[in-house]
T-cell receptor
Framework: EAQVTQNPRYLITVTGKKLTVTCSQNMNHEYMSWYRQDPGLGLRQIYYSMNVEVTDKGDVPEGYKVSRKEKRNFPLILESPSPNQTSLYFC??????????????FGPGTRLTVT | QKEVEQNSGPLSVPEGAIASLNCTYSDRGSQSFFWYRQYSGKSPELIMFIYSNGDKEDGRFTAQLNKASQYVSLLIRDSQPSDSATYLCAVHSGGGADGLTFGKGTHLIIQP
């Protein structure tokens, strides 16, 4: 089954404790992206990756890191989480390229609470 | 700054009627347009995409695109209570490095 998976689905942590949210897709997609979704603010892009070892900042990258060592995986790293990073996080993937359809497929989401 | 605007709603529609959801976008160079449905606390689910001016139909859903007016809409015929959700409009400008720009969504309520 074609899918994007994220782990963990729910996480409660404390300020400053480093954490990683994993994302994996089995569709051989080049493009992967992380979003956060907050009430009234919609989906905002954190980081994206066009392919292995190619990453770039989205609209709200502060406080986050990513890596893309393998095509299927795109982990999101919070080195020192703060309460304002409490949010619902989504990973997404899509094909890219000239004439590509660019429709993105989303993972199930990770609800993060930082106290 | 690329912007995608949607009326936040809620938009209340009687069961069986047509629900009409609208979206405008600022980047005239946008090439691909998507509608996602999102239930509360769940991930966005792609339901329609459209690239060319005109209408595209898929079951009870019809997407309409007017690039001259920078306007895209989604019609849901024979609305069902299960259609109650937030509908996100997303736009892609065609450049490979750009992701999707999302609107904030319209909350649709189908009244039984």
């Amino acid at each position: 089954e074609a899918q994007v998976t994220q782990n963990p689905r729910y996480l409660i942590t404390v300020t400053g404790k480093k954490l990683t949210v994993t994302c994996s897709q089995n569709m051989n997609h080049e493009y992967m992206s992380w979003y956060r979704q907050d009430p009234g603010l919609g989906l905002r892009q954190i980081y994206y990756s066009m392919n292995v070892e190619v990453t770039d900042k989205g609209d709200v990258p502060e406080g986050y890191k990513v890596s893309r060592k393998e095509k299927r995986n795109f982990p999101l790293i919070l080195e020192s989480p703060s309460p304002n990073q409490t949010s619902l996080y989504f990973c997404a993937s899509s094909l890219t390229g000239t004439g590509g359809t660019y429709e993105q497929y989303f993972g199930p989401g990770t609800r993060l609470t930082v106290t | 700054q690329k912007e995608v605007e949607q009326n936040s709603g809620p938009l209340s529609v009687p069961e069986g009627a047509i629900a009409s959801l609208n979206c405008t976008y600022s980047d005239r160079g946008s090439q691909s347009f998507f509608w996602y449905r999102q239930y509360s606390g769940k991930s966005p689910e792609l339901i329609m995409f459209i690239y060319s001016n005109g209408d595209k139909e898929d079951g009870r859903f019809t997407a309409q695109l007017n690039k001259a007016s920078q306007y895209v809409s989604l019609l849901i015929r024979d609305s069902q209570p299960s259609d109650s959700a937030t509908y996100l409009c997303a736009v892609h400008s065609g450049g490979g490095a750009d992701g999707l720009t999302f609107g904030k969504g319209t909350h649709l309520i189908i009244q039984p």
